[in-house]
């Protein structure tokens, strides 16, 4: 497996690491720590998101109600906050809870309705940010407490940010580690995490091995509602502001970012690492654009470019890999 | 049958709204005009979705759809208005306008159906691709802004009537029939279906596969270069972002109107009324003055509901032990009911 | 408290559309008895955002101190497809005025059209519509002077009339950002002939996490940059973040319009240092008020006081009224404000 | 109760949304026997099995006992703790995962635990991988193995559960003799420590090989149970079939002049220089174990795959064939061996599928289909092939297997083609349905049609072939007429490694 796995990353991860050489090339700042600093950053809400979103991709499920779940679950806690507490331990356990909650919504109607995946969270999406929008009327949520804010600012050890002062890892990368971490470690080391795999690779033959579809939904959905939940404190923490608006169109982001690193949209297949080769090509690539000076009108089409190239590639040298196997040892 | 019934609820769900708003407003509802202007609104995104619809049938799906119409529109904005200032006969401007948007249109459909059948790379990730790159071309093209100055004459495409029967509408309604005839009663369409639901076995009996899905994209472009020109001539201009909501809102008619997303199933017919289903939801909603944001949460709910009666519908179907074939999936989620009957006796 | 009128005011929007005949004929009877309960549509580009939830305060507010019907209603998207959907919608429900935001002048003609001929009066409001379809133009502001006005008030934060500078727009499409914009280059063009204008504007999607991210970018991009403009209100508060974040509030300039409550945080240390914009509840207010005007058969004369408003400016075409100059929000005067 | 029973079940029926498939069924296994049950296409036994399994539930009043103990309801999960383990006729394995993983995944559920300890997984996996004698690495992507090897996966993951009886749905339908070997010396050891064993084939000379009880079915109906010496093959077909049938050699035809030829058809890794002529009227086997790449062969004659080197030859001019377009144009049929997979599309009705060839038959100035046409030939064929249930408008996956292979059939038959080729054309076959194939394929050969058959299945090769082909690795080591060799001569050539003596 490791292999097999490993070979269907490799393309990405080489599209990656030209990319990398190429933007460093035009800008050394690129590799610059507090660079690199400030890209994870700006892209954990995204990493933690796909996380979520790569569990259920491998089942052949996708949620696209993930971006109305953050930012209703922005509101929640934002204004929590506001009205009692800046604590952040329980910001997160608000946000967690809503998130499951949400997300148990979605596994429900999935699990006991047979409602296909993407159309229950297009219905969902509608809804939650439907009400959540007629609540806020998408006023901004401005008097964060300072304790959480003072957390958002919360750095770790300090490293040499290339210009020959120091930068600190900020918080919030911690999270996106942990979500990676853990999302990992239920997939390759959990029962339930074989079974996801199990599911997207032959659903009737999981069931007879003893798994409960409807259990695994029910996990599945909660768990990118979680995943929401700490997006959202997370994506608070760095904004210090709730605009109720901030997260339309990001479902899509976070597909992209699943399916360019190597998840099988039809289920079966993806892995962390690709996940994160995906979530830090999209970085890299929005990022490395203004650093090479590309006019903002070209951006569009070389990212486009750039999507097509890799994933083609990446075809193109998996069919040849497989035209060269030999199915026949002849003498 | 039971494949029918799918269809024919959707129509009972439509009248059943239509009723429900000409009672709520009357007046307003059943007016020549509301009919007129929902009749105008329609067509556009009816043949989005249904240039949707064709591609989720062979199990894939266009996110480029909007963007494609933009460019497309543009493009034929362009020719337009260049021509139009150039004090070119008018019928031949308008000719041109239309030809260039649908080759347009059509090179965007056939770079992604080349992609995706030659290449096979899947269509999620070819359109994600495309989508981001038609948008791009689109701003490179115009810098954000919006083309406009078009010949008079133009406008009739989405604003005229005939007998007080709009324009687009009665396009609309040609492309519908066209799509019908070429989904379910030509070999193209037959092959379409087949391959939708087994690709390989499809190519093992003899059919180049590749073509067939080729031109699945082709026919997908021509109908959203056909809405792209609706929109252009009602928006007497063409934009990057035109349209652009309707990305989603397409995938969800195309749903709700019974299609499976992995392909293999679905019909002009159930797409059609699911547009039909929003839009009367839409303006009925507005008519009544009711919040934006409440019709979006009615519209999730609708969705949900009525995919949800779908699923009960079936089963009611099964105690009544209906003569049926259904397909695997349906075959377990009987056995699943069939335990759960068992259960309520016992219990 | 301005929450709850606006809840109560669906409240009663539910309460009529859902009610019995016999309370329909009651308004009826109410609106021969007053004989002008005029039925005016405000509709901003989209809603649900602070920019244009301030304004609909403001219409509201025009409607009960003036006895008209207010319908304050847009796309919950910025499109202008939906945004004649919704027009459209609204000229078979029967109104007697609509003023409109567009999201795209050339895109809502046509339907504008159509409801003049329908006998509906037609205004345009915080974005200028096509001319010749209007009755009247209301503008918070004249484009160009607009424009003009922020490139000196960067020049004057940057402290220098010369040196690098760069923008963030809302959306590379939308047409009131850019004619801000292009005013602003022209205008820099003559005056500060050495202001270099690094890229193109860059786009933030209208929000605030992608103008910081895009931000940050533009600082590392271009190491001697002095100063940002920021277009659209969420834009200038990404960027003060980044600004302040890493440090550089002295060192470069970020102006733009933004709300004042939203960019308090960022204009008391400096990261922020103008934030441009006018009170949009006033726009909403002078909107309502001016419809109700044209409906009543009058016209608005170049320096008019308009209560609540201030007085106007009324272009020499008669038709294209200005509110006024914008209000500068700065660290001492923000705190004042209440949208 | 009695204790001599691992399985006693009674009274077991099943209906179905519209049929019933089995009706008052029972069935008793013995502690550590070899069980067979049989019965054509269609009799149910799969169906059976999944009751079996906790896959599907049975009517109301049905009588199951394991171990001694009445169960009341059955679940997949407790199924496997009752000690009951399945190789179910579609493997259902997971393509995605490792062959490791397959293995012992199921083991890891049933102890119940949470997190995976990948150390054991490997150990028990290849333990168990170590017991069916399988080359195959455990650490390979299970979708990238042949059937065979899945196949053996298969069997492999029902050993690994502690089970007292192992159920096995036709395990060597696509097996080679060698592994089938293996698998009855498996099943011996089995049986030897007391485990039982109920095994379902169509390969009648299996079963009398390992098996000591016999329970028959007939369209859903039970028939009896009887020891193997109360049974000879004549009539156990008899209790199967309520008739009498055999494998009669048919005699060839008259053949006629050459109609298609391959000219030292070579592919990097698949094959090499094979080279034969096909006569009109003619049928030629290409046996061989399985892996000997025949199919690959098959593949490239059809515009399947591509080939590197030689010629192919359809009546005296050379043809080129990049596609399957250009091999239905050229008359070139080929039913491939994975009917669900390959050769039909499921979820679509016997209709669409078999007009899928002969789409230009049905389309009017070629525009659009006559539905009255489609139908005429769907009709014909299906009474013709003798297809049961005999309406066009039923999707194919509410077929039997047999069934399911005569729609492929029909779906080739119906484009006139001048060659077949026909791929394990009886696998999972009854032997009625089986003998009927074979007559409709000698039909087929005397109207003129030249017939490549690949077949693993000898008495079936030796049946009805003109010429036998045999291949081993890639090659085609030897070539024997019909009628003039025997079983152990063709088993020789494809084991051994030295050249055949070719007659
Ligand atoms: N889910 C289902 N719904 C309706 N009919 C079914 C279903 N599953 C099986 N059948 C029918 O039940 C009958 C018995 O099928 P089963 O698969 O048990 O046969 P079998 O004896 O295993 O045949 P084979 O040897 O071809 O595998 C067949 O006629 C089949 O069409
Ligand atoms: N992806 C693969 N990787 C490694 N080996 C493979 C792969 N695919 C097939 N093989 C091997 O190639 C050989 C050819 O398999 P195949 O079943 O096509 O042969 P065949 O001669 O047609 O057999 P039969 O028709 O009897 O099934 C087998 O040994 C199989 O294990
Ligand atoms: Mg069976
Ligand atoms: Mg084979």
Known sequence: MKQFFKKKESTILCVLICIIIIITLNNSTFLRPDNIIDMIKGNTVLGIMSMGMLVVIITGGIDVSVGAMIAAITVIVGKFMVNFTGNVLLAFLLASLSGILFGLINGLLIAKLKIPPIVTTLGTMSIINGAMLYYTNGTWINDIPESFINFGKITLFKVPDGQGGTIGIPIQILFFIGAALITWIILKYSIIGRGIYAIGGNPVSAERIGYSLDKINLFLYSYVGFMAGIAAVVHTSIMRQVDPNAFTGFELQVVAAVVVGGANILGGAGTVFGTLIGVFLMAAMNNGLILMHIPVFWQKIVLGIVILVAVSIDVLQRKRTLRKLAKVDID | MRRFSKEWMLVGVFIFLFALMSILSPDKFLSLNNLQ??????????????????????????????????????????????????????????????????????????????????????????????????????????????????????????????????????????????????????????????????????MYSGINVKKVLLKVYLFSALLTSVSSVIMTSRYNSAKVDYGSSYLLQSITAVVLGGTNIAGGYGKVMGTVTATLILQVLSSGLNLLGVKRYIVDVIMGAILILILAINFINSNIKF?????????????NLIVSLLETLKIAKKG | GNNAKTTEGSKTDETKTSDTKADETKTEDKKTEENKKYTIVVMPKLVGIPYFNASEKGALQAGEDLGVEVIYTGPTKADAAEQVKMLEDLISKGV????????????????????????ILVLDWDTPADASVVDLSVHQIDDAEYGAYQWDLLVEAMGTDEGEYAIITGGLSAANLNAWIDAGIAHAKEKYP?????????????????????????????????????????????????VQEKGLQDKIAVVGCALPTDSKPYLEDGSLDYAILWDPAKLGYLTVYLAKMKLDGKSPVDGEEIPNVGSIRVKPDGKTIIMGPPVVFTKENAGNFDF | MDDKFVVSLKNVSKTFPGAKVLDNIQLQVKKGEVHALVGENGAGKSTLIKILSGV?????????????????????????????????????????????????????????????????????????????????????????LSIAKQQLVAIARALVHDAKMIIMDEPTSSLSANEVKLLFDIIRSLKESGISVL????????????????????????????????????????????????????????????????????????????????????????????????????????????????????????????????????????????????????????????????LKQITESKLLIKRQRKREIALNWIKKLNIKPSSPAIAAQNLSGGNQQRVVIAKWLASNPKILIIDEPTNGIDIGAKTEIHKLLRELASNGMGIIMISSELPEVLAISDRIFVMRKGKIVAQFKGGEVTQEEIMSNAILNQPALAK
């Open chain 2, 37 to 202: 202007s929902m009749a105008f609104q329609l067509p556009e995104f009816g043949l989005l979705s249904l240039a949707m619809m064709v591609v989720i049938v062979t199990g894939g799906i266009n996110l480029s759809l909007t963007s494609t119409a933009a460019l497309s529109g543009i493009m034929g904005a362009f020719a337009l208005s260049i021509m139009n200032s150039a004090g070119f006969d008018v019928g031949l401007t308008i000719a041109v306008a239309i030809v260039v948007s649908v080759l347009t249109s059509l090179l965007c459909g056939l770079i992604n159906g080349s992609i995706i059948s030659y290449i096979g790379v899947s269509p999620i990730l070819v359109t994600l691709g495309t989508m981001t790159l038609f948008e791009g071309i689109s701003l490179n093209f115009t810098k954000g802004g919006a083309i406009s100055g078009f010949p008079e004459q133009y406008y009739w495409f989405g604003n005229g009537t005939i007998l007080q029967i709009p324009v687009p509408m009665i396009i609309f309604i040609v492309f519908i029939v066209l799509t019908y005839i070429m989904l379910e009663h030509t070999p193209w369409g037959l092959c379409v279906y087949m391959s939708g639901c087994n690709p390989l076995a499809t």
């Open chain 2, 319 to 331: 105690k009544t032990k209906n003569k049926s074939h259904n397909s695997d999936s349906n075959s």
């Open chain 3, 96 to 119: 007697d005025c609509i003023a409109v935001a567009p999201n795209d002048p050339a895109a809502i003609t046509p339907v504008l059209k159509k409801a003049k001929e329908k006998g």
């Open chain 3, 194 to 242: 050495n202001l270099k204008l690094v890229t193109e504007r860059i786009p933030s999607d209208e929000k605030q996490q992608v103008a910081y991210q895009k931000a940050l970018e533009l600082i590392k991009a271009y190491p001697n940059l002095k100063g940002i403009v920021g277009e659209s209100t969420p834009a200038p508060i990404g960027i003060a973040q980044a």
């Open chain 4, 56 to 144: 599907y539930q049975p009517d109301d009043g049905a009588e199951i006992i394991i171990n001694g103990q009445r169960v009341r309801e059955l679940t997949t999960i407790s199924s496997v703790r009752q000690g009951i383990a399945v190789i179910y006729q579609d493997f259902s394995l997971f393509p995605n995962l490792t062959v490791a993983e397959n293995i012992a995944i199921s083991h890891e559920i049933e102890e119940g635990s949470k997190f995976i300890n990948w150390s054991k997984i490997e150990e028990v996996a290849k333990k168990a991988i170590e017991r069916v004698g399988g080359t195959i690495s455990i650490y390979d992507q299970l979708g990238s």
């Open chain 4, 199 to 358: 095994f379902v084939s169509h390969k009648l000379e299996e079963l009398f090989e390992v098996s000591e009880r016999f329970t028959v079915l007939r369209d859903g109906k039970y028939i009896g149970t009887y020891n193997a010496d109360e049974l000879d093959y004549d009539k156990l077909i008899s209790l199967m079939v309520g008739r009498k049938l055999q494998f009669e050699r048919c005699t060839g035809n008259k053949i006629g002049e050459p109609l298609f030829a391959v000219k030292g058809l070579s592919k990097k890794g698949n094959f090499k220089d094979i080279s034969f002529t096909l006569h009109k009227g003619e049928i030629i086997s290409l046996t061989g174990l399985v892996g000997a790449g025949r199919t690959e062969v098959a593949q490239a004659l059809c515009g399947i795959t591509s080939f590197d080197e030689g010629k192919i030859i359809l009546e005296g001019k050379e043809i080129k064939i990049n596609s399957t377009e250009d091999a239905v144009e050229n008359g070139i049929a080929y039913v491939p061996e994975n009917r669900q997979v390959e050769g039909l599309v499921l979820s679509r009705s016997v209709e669409d599928n078999i007009v899928l060839t002969v």
